[in-house]
């Protein structure tokens, strides 16, 4: 080990700390050499901004007079369906609500204009949201209908909670079929004309350390233009993914549960999405801090597109069906150059995540280490490892019938 | 006065053979950027972009008006709310004329307006939304 996260910290304070993004580390690298590149830099910053579904927010209102209890009623926010299952005035909205009256795909492709992710951008950037609620009234909590504009800088808690995010590595979507399909993939035309991918690639967190090995539970990230913290792997992590020589996966693998203070964040960094024909969700920023603490670490930040493989998946067939059917293997190389060679056919390829804000993210993560308003925290814990045996499964369908 | 237009010609099958385009670049002196053509049902649809003197122009469309050739001002389409885009890319793979490019330098996503044909696939499919319709 060449140095410790706490000798990083006092090297932050003191503004000395040398810091790099995950793309600049690659040529100073090969000028400087590994050895010596491990002694002098201190930190790589990663990023990564895309749509990721799995977000949402819990937000405490504060009590009206007299008191209403929201848990076991009903609760909108811009019309938009939250969650109303707790104490008294706490609620949930996750990215992928819509309001009751929205058509869906009643008309196919539906539009999805505004949903859940949509509310919490507005949210963020500081709009008055509506809020209507209709409970049943109990002797503590009388109250059985409220309607009021509420705004988050008068809110308790507004806490941004995504539960799986920042996915290493993701599929490339294709359609074999002869007509367009409308996916969480974005728009697929027939015969394979296009195709569509969703990774920062060789900036993405998870990339950059595969192994999590500095990426672990309490690591303090970049989220949504502040700053939230990682609380355990995410929904569907799947450290057993098949890897390459380099450790990396070959397909999705691992993921990140996170959290962090909305009051804090930017609408900047969480973009309310509207995918046609699939619905709505939020595109949430993320960058998460590299410690060099030895060569190995940094070994593993040097990865590079032409390093990286994802696996070309049919989203007319073998994904709804899931018959684990892969066409390919292409390279994020090929997937940033345009196009892709699938089997001696080239399709044009166009990417849902933006690369151009997962390096914005990477670049100021480096500038609020460097000015020192960004510190590194040690892991407490770490994710689910590979060869741990943590995996995950399709569910195992049980007829009803069997239990009724 | 030189001006930049952008248009969409609507005709019928039998007009197709007729040096329509021919006559408005050798007679009007008007320059002409073709976008799109097509022929479905023997309605035939072509989008260009024209660039030359307001007069030529009059006098061109003029002509096509009296050749029974419908002509539809596309000019003032599409644009782009700048602040709300992210720059993803989505709408590389989706835009039936070409018009969004990859700068690869800063991995943007540039809108090349000329090339737009105001089809207006992206309004709905542009996935923060930042593409609308001029009015
Ligand atoms: S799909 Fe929309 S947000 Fe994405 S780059 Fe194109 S115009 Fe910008
Ligand atoms: S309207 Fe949008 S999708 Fe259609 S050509 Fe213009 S830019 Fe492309």
Redesign the pocket.
Known sequence: MCKTIAEINAKIKEGKAVVMTAEEIIPYTKEHGLKNTAKTVDVVTTGTFGPMCSSGAYINTGQPKPKIKFGGGTITLNGVQAYAGFAAVDLMIGAGALPLDDPRNRRHPGDFDYGGGHVIEDLVSGKDIALVSHAYGTDCYPRKELQALINIKDLNQAVLCNFRNGYQNYNVAVNKSGETIYTYMGILKAYLANANYCSAGALSPLLNDPYYKTIGIGTRIFLGGGQGYIVSAGTQHNPEAPRTENGVPTSGAGTLAVTGDLKNMKSRYLVGTSIIGYGTTLSVGIGIPIPILDEEILQYTLVEDKDIYAPVIDYSEDYPLNTGKVLGNVSYADLRSGKINLNGRFIPTAALS?LSRAREIADELRRSIQNASFTLTEMLEPLPQAGSGYSVHGLKERPLEEDF | MSIERKIILHFSAEKADKPLVNKLIRDYNLELNFLHASMENGVGTMVVGVVGSSEDYDKGMGYLAKVGVAVEDISRGIY?NED?????????GFCPSGA?TLDKQTAN?V?NSNRCISCGV?VK???????HRKF
Do not use: V, W, Y
């Not at chain 2, 709300?84 to 590389?92: D, H, L, N």
């Not at chain 2, 499919?125 to 593409?131: E, I, K, N």
């Open positions: 933006s | 782009r709300r885009c992210t720059g993803c890319g989505a709408c590389i969004f996503t809108f992206c499919a542009c996935l923060s939304r930042c593409m």
